[in-house]
């Protein structure tokens, strides 16, 4: 199984640009969550979705979009990229809400805003 | 919200030695409490996880405990390797959420 699968790997934006974050799971998993680390930092959940067609906010939601119209796959937009934005995005999913059962991560898009 | 937070940032530990990491949640609702590793340029994976009906899980040389009473979980690893250097962050979660919040993270070395 491939698991949780983010593309691109490595992304170099211009200020303003905008661009789409790709992520498919093929473990037929309902729960899916888009997250940002920063240097140092922990987690930060950007944006989540517990089905097909049903998506919400996370905590840093701010200057990104998302859309669930299949069970594989969690795309993330950026609109307007900012510095502010330079992160390293992981992409999750799991079987239920994250309260009994693990998320699977994938590798994580590394994206610099310059 | 839930808010976890995690001790120490950075834990330097000898080969062989143990390392011990400790969290502390805020909603006393919050009954699962997973723990993830980050190697370097990967994903959190998950390593052990523990639910608030358990007081201690242990799986090999590491192991969690759980005082609910405190709000406080920790993880144990006892005779370290160097592939055990990685980042590992302690989460918490609960069944009115459909979120798990994450402790900051700890990075671990282990010096052979």
């Known amino acids: 199984n491939a698991g949780v699968t983010q593309t691109p790997k490595f992304r170099i934006l211009k200020i303003g640009q905008s661009m789409t974050l790709q992520c498919t799971q093929d473990?037929?998993?309902?729960?899916m969550y888009w997250y940002r680390q920063d240097p140092g930092m922990g987690l930060k959940l950007i944006y989540y979705?517990?089905?097909?067609?049903?998506?919400d906010k996370g905590e840093v939601p701010n200057g990104y979009n998302v859309s669930r119209s299949t069970t594989e796959d969690f795309p993330l937009r950026l609109e307007l990229a900012a510095p502010s934005q330079t992160s390293v995005y992981f992409c999750a999913s799991s079987w239920t809400g994250g309260h009994g059962k693990p998320q699977h991560f994938g590798d994580g898009t590394r994206l610099s805003i310059l | 919200g839930e808010n976890v937070e995690q001790h120490p940032s950075t834990l330097s530990v000898q080969e062989g030695d143990s390392a011990v990491i400790k969290c502390t949640y805020s909603?006393?609702?919050?009954?699962?409490f997973p723990w993830y590793k980050q190697e370097l340029g990967k994903g959190p994976q998950l390593i052990i996880d523990i639910r608030s009906n358990v007081g201690e899980k242990k799986d090999q040389r590491i192991a969690v405990t759980l005082n609910k009473t405190a709000k406080h979980f920790s993880l144990h690893i006892t005779e370290t390797q160097p592939e055990d250097s990685a980042v590992y962050f302690c989460a918490a979660s609960t069944a009115s959420y459909d979120k798990v919040i994450f402790g900051p993270g700890t990075s671990l070395s282990v010096i052979p």
């Open positions: 979705s517990v089905g097909a067609g049903i998506t």
């Open positions: 473990m037929n998993h309902n729960y």
């Open positions: 909603d006393s609702a919050s009954n699962y």
